[in-house]
């Protein structure tokens, strides 16, 4: 079955550092691959996606590929913020799912100033 | 983007009460909506496909009848909680499919989200 594999947290960086959440998938078929935001108190949100391979999700500096030979879609962001701080999840889905959203665990992530 | 809505955002209850969960997609017409349920500092684990008009699709280990899903309309599902017991206490989260927007891309849009706690 489907399954979403990401690096545990939590991730402490400061201010404009270089940020990596790594992500692996496991799918039986050809899955869109998401990475979703959860800020603290609110709900998710979806951050960027991508739906075929070598394509390249961005939203608000961060940017995930995704790569079929790795089956990976790692998360990066040049120079994180404190408005940054949030739980990151990586998820796929595919049509075999009826489009049900499979979660990695959740990366946390505190950006200190 | 499209708008779901949950509520209510938090409730509590006593042991053994049974409690309602409503989800509505705010913009758009979800033909199918899922409901997950999160862990404290863990994943959101998927319990159920709610699809309307027709019965829910649990996966396996989540008790349907006690997790009864109600999808009677194209903008509202519901969660009843029934018999509610502490254990139950979780974070309980509704996403829909826009099948206009999200397409086949298979991108959900998620509801606040309803804190339940059972004493």
């Known amino acids: 079955g489907n399954s979403v594999t990401q690096m545990e947290g939590p991730v402490t960086l400061s201010e404009e550092a270089f940020l990596t959440i790594n992500c692996t998938y496991t799918?039986?078929?050809?899955?869109?691959l998401f990475w979703y935001v959860q800020y603290p108190g609110e709900g998710l949100q979806l951050l960027l996606k991508?739906?075929?391979?070598?394509d390249k999700g961005s939203n608000k500096g961060f940017e995930a590929t995704y790569r079929k030979e790795t089956t990976s879609f790692h998360l990066e962001k040049g120079s994180v913020q404190v408005s940054d701080s949030a739980v990151y999840f990586c998820a796929l889905s595919d049509h075999g799912s009826g489009y049900a959203l499979n979660f990695g665990k959740g990366t946390s992530l505190l950006v200190t100033p | 983007g499209a708008v779901v809505s949950q509520h209510p955002s938090r409730v509590i209850c006593k042991s053994g009460t049974s409690v309602k969960i409503e989800c509505r997609s705010l913009?758009?017409?979800?033909?199918?909506m899922f409901w997950y349920r999160q862990f404290p500092k863990q994943s959101l684990m998927l319990m159920a496909t709610s699809n309307e008009g027709s019965k829910a699709t649990y996966e396996q280990g989540v008790e349907k009848d006690k997790f009864l899903i109600n999808h009677a309309s194209l903008t509202l599902s519901t969660l009843t909680v029934t018999s509610a017991h502490p254990e139950d206490s979780s974070f309980y989260i509704c996403?829909?499919?826009?099948?206009?927007?999200?397409?086949?891309?298979?991108?959900?849009?998620f509801g606040e989200g309803s804190r339940l706690t059972v004493l």
């Open positions: 991508a739906t075929k391979a070598d």
């Open positions: 799918a039986t078929g050809y899955p869109s």
């Open positions: 996403s829909a499919r826009d099948a206009a927007s999200g397409g086949n891309t298979g991108e959900l849009f």
């Open positions: 913009d758009f017409q979800a033909t199918t």
